[in-house]
């Protein structure tokens, strides 16, 4: 059994589950069937298993580093990326006419999250190129996808999304790289860019033959001087190697390496922080600035990048479950093979007994089954926000704007949540999965305490919890006057109705107390926005985050738990019938020891808790 992902998982999630084979029966995917799609994953596991997991220990100690003049990774890095590449899959979703696949986006994420779990660090560098190429098909002009996305698509260019800055961090407001316009060119509007960008993964290498950047800069005012907040804030495409027009690469731009950073996790991808527009040191013309393009509208740039940022969001949760997920696989192998301690019944108290296995023990398989239920609830709640992808693209090529509206309520109300509660909870995952290996787990001759450093970068990236609660809380339950909430609540409910219907006495319970929770949330919504006072309505935001999302995974599970109990009566095997009792079991696990948490934050909410508003800095 792979130690990466659950092959039987992954069939269960997107054929008995998701049913993506009726997505075929859209027209952008009819050449598609079931073989083709399993012979996408198929191909996907291989590639992982065989060049990225092989290299992902070495890729972690043996870090990027820069001499000054070029930043050196281990070469197993550029070998896996042109497997990667010569696959087709940097473009497995794009259009035929791209040179893609057509692929379903949720068929694509499914075969992506093997590279994740076997070598996050090297999977960085696609996962940012196939965002930034998505953003230039939206946004971007035709001349500027023929020299940027084609090239991206073959896997000749990569990819990389520049907008914090050393001053700045989160607060895009406050950024203060200029863009100042030259003149007209064949990629559009050209500007020299002048500014720092921090954190800039995949920012300098020598993997591609170019790099594509994204960056975020303000366009000064009549007067010359950048406006304060996000006006002003426009995207521009800046390649480290200026394009020609014929497509040929041409003199390098005005982008420097100014160092990298050291990340506790991550630390095959080379993070760094840049300086555009730094002097003349790569520019003949003898002006200083790096030429870019404007992508889209002057003054949206940060509605283009949300393209990107919301993509990379769900991403990032697809990242923190496949981490998350390894871990738990290697937990469970090792509690399957680690002999140690005896039972607690009668016969282990003879001394002369021999040890049990691990996953004998009771609080072995307490954490195993949280493990679990963490790893495949995050894996599901994701693939479930890509395939609305697939639907809300069909509804659009169907013309049918109110399903188009309602797929992109929903999508926008889950994406705090695809984002932040893998990012938590699989992260705990990986620090059960050490404790189960005891000693040996926070050893580096184990696989586990990597997996756990870089997870914890998650909860950080593309927006903490703190931001993410208050996208949440503060816009997505109230945007169109709560219409988003209203369309989740509704599938819930459709849920809750479907578990009473079984006549299964524990699923109709479970629907019962997810029906309970779902209109305590309500509840707790609306006296959390009647205060009249957004201070205090925000304060406790990461707690309404973590809330919302318990009971987000409690719906998940029920829907799973609905999918295995239909299918167990026909269970073929012995094998067959555990598999569904695991998810039985996974579901049990959620709704007794996972969901009770709400009702406490729930209760801490309603009470409108001024503890963290009041504290004062002088009394820490």
């Not at 949300?306 to 981490?323: K, T």
Request: proline share 3%; net charge negative; hydrophobic share 40%.
């Amino acid at each position: 059994m792979s130690l990466i992902l659950s092959r039987r998982d992954l069939n269960f999630l997107l054929y008995e589950w998701l049913d993506v084979e009726r997505l075929t029966s859209i027209a952008r995917y009819a050449d598609h069937s079931r073989e083709t799609f399993d012979a996408t994953l198929a191909t996907c596991e291989k590639i992982a298993t065989d060049l990225f997991a092989t290299h992902n220990k070495k890729n972690d100690a043996h870090e990027p580093h820069f001499d000054g003049e070029t930043v050196h990774i281990i070469p197993e890095v550029k070998t896996a990326l042109s497997a990667f590449g010569a696959a087709g899959l940097m473009a497995a979703g794009q259009d035929y006419e791209l040179g893609g696949m057509q692929l379903p986006m949720v068929v694509e994420k499914a075969g992506f999250a093997y590279f994740i779990g076997a070598n996050v660090g090297t999977a960085a560098y696609p996962f940012l190129t196939i965002g930034n190429a998505n953003l230039l098909l939206t946004y971007g002009t035709r001349k500027q996808i023929d020299a940027f996305v084609r090239p991206e698509m073959e896997g000749r260019f990569f990819g990389t999304m520049c907008l914090s800055e050393p001053q700045a961090g989160s607060s895009l407001s406050d950024i203060t790289t200029r863009a100042e316009y030259e003149e007209e060119s064949a990629f559009g509007a050209q500007y020299r860019l002048r500014g720092n960008k921090m954190w800039i993964s995949g920012g300098e290498h020598e993997l591609s033959e170019n790099i594509v950047h994204l960056v975020l800069a303000k366009i000064p005012g009549p007067d010359g001087k950048l406006v304060p907040g996000v006006k002003g804030i426009s995207l521009f495409v800046v390649p480290k190697y200026l394009v020609n027009e014929d497509g040929s690469i041409g003199e390098h731009n005005d982008v420097v390496l100014a160092g990298l950073n050291h990340k506790m996790g991550y630390r095959g991808t080379a993070n760094c922080l840049l300086n555009f527009g730094e002097g003349v040191k790569y520019r003949p013309d003898g002006k200083a600035g790096a030429l870019g393009y404007l992508v889209g509208e002057p003054g949206q740039g940060l509605a283009c990048m949300f393209h990107m940022m919301n993509e990379a969001r769900i991403g990032v949760g697809l990242g923190a479950s496949a981490l998350g997920y390894t871990g738990y696989l290697h937990a469970l192998d090792y509690a399957r093979n680690r002999s140690q301690g005896r039972s607690t019944g009668p016969a282990g108290k003879d001394p002369a007994s021999p040890q049990a296995k691990l996953v004998e023990h009771a609080d072995i398989r307490r954490m195993l089954l949280a493990q679990k239920s963490y790893a495949e609830g995050g894996l599901a709640l994701n693939l479930y926000c890509a395939k609305l992808v697939d639907e809300h693209h069909a509804a659009h090529a169907a013309s049918d704007t109110q399903c188009e509206q309602r797929l992109s309520l929903l999508l926008d109300i889950l994406t705090p949540i695809a984002k932040s509660w893998p990012s938590q909870w699989c992260l705990e995952a990986n620090n059960l999965a050490i404790q189960v290996h005891g000693g040996y787990g926070y050893t580096r001759e184990y696989n586990v305490e990597q997996f756990y450093r870089d997870n914890r970068l998650n909860p950080i990236h593309e927006g903490t919890h703190g931001i993410q609660g208050l996208d949440l809380l503060g816009r997505k339950v109230t945007m169109k006057e709560g219409a988003a909430l209203r369309i989740l609540v509704d599938r819930m409910h459709a849920s809750t109705a479907s578990a009473s219907a079984t006549g299964e006495r524990s699923l109709a319970d479970h629907g019962a107390m997810l029906d309970d929770m779902v209109t305590r949330l309500q509840h707790v919504t609306r006296v959390l926005w009647t205060t009249g006072d957004s201070a205090l309505t925000l304060a406790n935001a990461s707690v309404y985050l973590e809330a919302f999302g318990h009971v987000v995974l409690a719906w998940i599970w029920l829907e799973q738990a609905l999918a295995a109990q239909a299918a167990l009566p026909t269970a073929g095997d012995e094998e067959e019938n555990a598999f569904y009792r695991g998810k039985l079991a996974a579901a049990a696990y959620f709704y007794r020891w996972e969901l009770p948490r709400v009702g406490p934050q729930l209760d801490l909410l309603a009470s409108l808790d001024r503890t963290t508003l009041d504290m004062q800095d002088a009394w820490f």
